[in-house]
């Protein structure tokens, strides 16, 4: 495994969304869970968050699987 190309395309990923989701990186369902129970996002934001994270999920199942 090449484990620089990971790590570039992992902070690559972290940096574009962070842009996008306003500097709160929450790409993890305990992430988000823990962002809730401390009242740093509203239970709107948290369920809206967990719903796009399993729906990446599945895209990249499904993506992966049309592939190989």
Sequence with gaps: SNYLAHGAALA???????AISGDIFIFNPAIATSMMVANKITQIDYILYLIVEVLGALAGFILVKKIW
């Design 12 to 18: 690559t990923a972290l940096f574009l969304g962070a």
